[in-house]
C-alpha cells in the first residue's frame, strides 16, 4: 500500500520560512519523480516544485529563488524549504510521487499553510 504523509504546515508570519516533508511508503522511492502541489481557495491546483530521480528540479515562476525542494532517497523523503514566504502562499500543499513509466500518480493528503500576521 503506498502511502505519502506530508508534515510541516503551519502559520506563519509573512517573511517567514516553513520546511514541508513528505515520507513515502510502499514505492521504489529513488525512481521516482516527487512534487510539490498546492491549492489555494477557489483556484486551481498548481505544480510548486518537483525533483526527479536525477535531482533535476523544476519551479513555479512566482516561488524561484524562494523554495527549494530536495530529496532524501535513504530516507524516502521529499523535502520543500520556503523561505520569505507571502501571504499569496497560503494554500494547502500536497506531495506528489510520479513514477517513472507509465502509471498513476500518488498523492498525499495534504498540509495547510497559512501565511498571515
Known amino acids: 500500500q503506498v502511502q505519502l504523509v506530508e508534515s510541516g504546515g503551519a502559520l506563519v508570519q509573512p517573511g517567514g520560512s516553513l520546511r514541508l516533508s513528505c515520507a513515502a511508503s510502499?514505492?521504489?522511492?529513488?525512481?521516482?519523480?516527487m512534487g510539490w502541489f498546492r491549492q489555494a481557495p477557489e483556484k486551481p491546483r498548481e505544480l510548486v516544485a518537483s525533483?526527479?530521480?536525477?535531482?533535476?528540479?523544476n519551479y513555479l515562476h512566482s516561488v524561484q529563488g524562494r523554495f527549494t525542494i530536495s530529496r532524501d532517497d535513504a530516507k524516502n523523503t521529499v523535502y520543500l524549504q520556503m523561505n520569505s514566504l507571502k501571504p499569496e502562499d497560503t494554500a494547502v500543499y500536497y506531495c506528489?510521487?510520479?513514477?517513472?513509466?507509465?502509471?498513476?500518480?500518488?498523492w498525499g493528503q495534504g498540509t495547510q499553510v497559512t501565511v498571515s500576521s
Open positions: 506528489v510521487a510520479r513514477p517513472p513509466t507509465v502509471g498513476n500518480d500518488y
Open positions: 525533483i526527479t530521480a536525477g535531482r533535476s528540479t
Open positions: 510502499g514505492i521504489t522511492f529513488s525512481i521516482y519523480t
